[in-house]
């Protein structure tokens, strides 16, 4: 069964420090792999996906994430927070037909 | 604005009432999803269609949920008997679906329901 772990439930971070938020998946074939941001009262923004080919994958807003297959890893990260990334991220795992969501993290921005 | 949208914004009803919502999908797009997200946690899966055929559903999809895409555009999700439980965000997200590529979701606003 596919599943996805944030283990962190909230960051804080300093605005202009870089930020890594984690995200592990458990899949049984090539996942395609996504992070979305929620804004309060906002549905959900893609920031970036990874379906195959290079495993560093750039998004909007300056994010990355990195597969990693052999950690089942897909972490996000920015070099510089802004204070307006302060949302909650969602990492999902999914294939054609369906998508599976991890709990979230909720990142603070401090200033 | 050619956006996911979803009406309305926001429901309040008292337990044992139906209620209806209603999304309108990306135009072009053939597949349709709702989700459930409580407070706190990430949205959950509930149902998609691929056009007008409802293809899958969750097992959280209780019986007084009823969900239908009838000419392969927008879709309704009724919950019938409303209980405090259902209080929640419900999202909509839909795709374009191909057969060799894992299909992008895009979400609406969502619908945030409160049972009293």
């Known amino acids: 069964a596919q599943s996805v772990t944030q283990p962190d439930i909230h960051i804080t971070v300093s605005e202009g420090a870089s930020l890594e938020l984690r995200c592990n998946y458990s899949?049984?074939?090539?996942?395609?792999l996504f992070w979305y941001v929620q804004s309060p009262g906002q549905g959900l923004q893609l920031l970036l996906k990874?379906?195959?080919?290079?495993?560093l994958v750039q998004g909007i807003k300056g994010f990355e994430a990195e597969f990693k297959r052999s950690q089942s890893s897909f972490n996000l990260r920015k070099p510089s927070v802004h204070w307006s990334d302060a949302a909650e991220y969602f990492c999902?795992?999914?294939?054609?037909?369906?998508?599976?969501f991890g709990a979230g993290t909720r990142l603070t921005v401090k200033p | 604005d050619t956006g996911v949208s979803q009406d309305p914004r926001h429901k309040i009803t008292k337990r044992g009432q139906n209620v209806t919502f209603r999304c309108d999908p990306i135009?072009?797009?053939?597949?349709l999803y709702w989700y459930r997200q409580t407070l706190g946690q990430g949205p959950e899966f509930l149902t998609y269609?691929?056009?007008?055929?409802?293809?899958?559903k969750s097992r959280l999809l209780s019986d007084r949920f009823s969900a239908e895409r009838p000419k392969g555009s927008f879709s309704t999700l009724e919950i019938q008997r409303t209980e405090q439980g259902d209080s929640a965000m419900y999202l909509c997200?839909?795709?374009?679906?191909?057969?060799?590529?894992?299909?992008?979701?895009?979400f609406g606003p969502g619908t945030r329901l409160t049972v009293l």
């Open positions: 997200a839909s795709s374009l679906a191909r057969r060799l590529a894992g299909a992008e979701q895009f």
């Open positions: 899949y049984g074939a090539t996942p395609y």
């Open positions: 990874y379906f195959s080919g290079d495993t």
């Open positions: 999902a795992v999914g294939g054609n037909n369906d998508m599976r």
């Open positions: 135009s072009e797009h053939n597949r």
């Open positions: 269609f691929q056009n007008e055929a409802q293809l899958e």
